[in-house]
């Protein structure tokens, strides 16, 4: 710096800087954005899994058993094996659409009684997928399994 002042390349030298600095706080701006919009999102899910999985435990135990339509009693094994209960939802027991906050979202639930003769207490496992698609059109889902005595 001399008596009269900045020289126009310190300024503009200056002014890069500060842009370079923007643009990395706008980035982080917009990834915190979508953080806390996908976190909305799955704790609305998690709720609404949550609500259901309450219903299914607050029914009796023979009108819960009575929603195994397809009447297979299975809640996670497919042809090609285990795989956690997600084939068996695929044509569910239950499904009905929610519509929260910020969406719309899709909830569907599965009931196996037990069919094994090895095990004499009667139990069934729930399971409760809800689903939803982001903003990104990426698939999302939220999973919670129980089990529930007679």
């Known amino acids: 710096?001399?008596?009269?002042?900045?020289?126009?390349?310190?300024?503009?030298?200056?002014?890069?800087?500060?842009?370079?600095?923007?643009?990395?706080v706008a980035a982080l701006q917009i990834s915190a954005i979508k953080g806390n919009d996908f976190s909305a999102r799955a704790g609305e899910a998690t709720l609404l899994a949550a609500n259901q999985m309450e219903r299914l435990t607050a029914m009796d135990f023979d009108t819960l058993v009575a929603l195994d339509v397809d009447g297979d009693g299975k809640l996670d094994v497919a042809a090609n094996g285990p795989d956690y209960g997600l084939s068996d939802m695929v044509n569910p027991d239950g499904q009905s659409g929610a519509t929260g906050t910020n969406g719309r979202y899709n909830v569907m639930f599965n009931v196996a009684p037990n069919t094994s003769a090895l095990v004499t207490t009667d139990f069934a496992r729930l399971r409760v997928i809800v689903s939803w698609g982001d903003q990104d059109a990426a698939a999302r889902s939220v999973s919670i399994a129980g089990v529930r005595a007679d």
Request: proline share 0%; glycine share 16%; no cysteine.
């Open 1 to 24: 710096m001399n008596k009269n002042g900045f020289t126009i390349l310190e300024v503009l030298f200056g002014i890069i800087v500060f842009m370079i600095g923007l643009l990395g």
